[in-house]
Nanobody, 116 residues
Framework: EVQLVESGGGLVQAGGSLRLSCAAS????????IGWFRQAPGKEREGVSC????????YWTDSVKGRFTISSDNAKNTVYLQMDSLKPEDTAIYYC?????????WGPGTQVTVSS
């Protein structure tokens, strides 16, 4: 059974940082891309970032380029999203997903709230 479990969300002031983690299990980690979507209040879910565990290639949505960093630890089957220079518009529920598009599996999500 595929499981994706996010952690690391919370409340932070604008300009601050958070690191999200996604612990994955139930599939061969190296075989699939894994990444993050988010859903802000009243908005549709959007893809944020994605990484290929096999070759390390990455994808970013324009609004987070230069501020967010995605990485993976294949030994721990874990993907990280380092979020710096956070803005109030980054407030959302962040979901770990695999693969990145189309998505087959979603984690339960972790709330990120950025205060102004």
């Amino acid at each position: 059974e595929v499981q994706l479990v996010e952690s690391g969300g919370g409340l932070v002031q604008a300009g601050g940082s958070l690191r999200l983690s996604c612990a994955a299990s139930g599939f061969t980690f190296d075989d699939y891309a894994i990444g993050w979507f988010r859903q802000a209040p009243g908005k549709e879910r959007e893809g944020v970032s994605c990484i290929s565990s096999s070759d390390g290639s990455t994808y970013w949505t324009d609004s987070v380029k230069g501020r967010f960093t995605i990485s993976s630890d294949n030994a721990k089957n874990t993907v990280y999203l380092q979020m710096d220079s956070l803005k109030p518009e980054d407030t959302a529920i962040y979901y770990c997903v695999t693969p990145c598009g189309p998505v087959d599996y979603w984690g339960p999500g972790t709330q990120v709230t950025v205060s102004s």
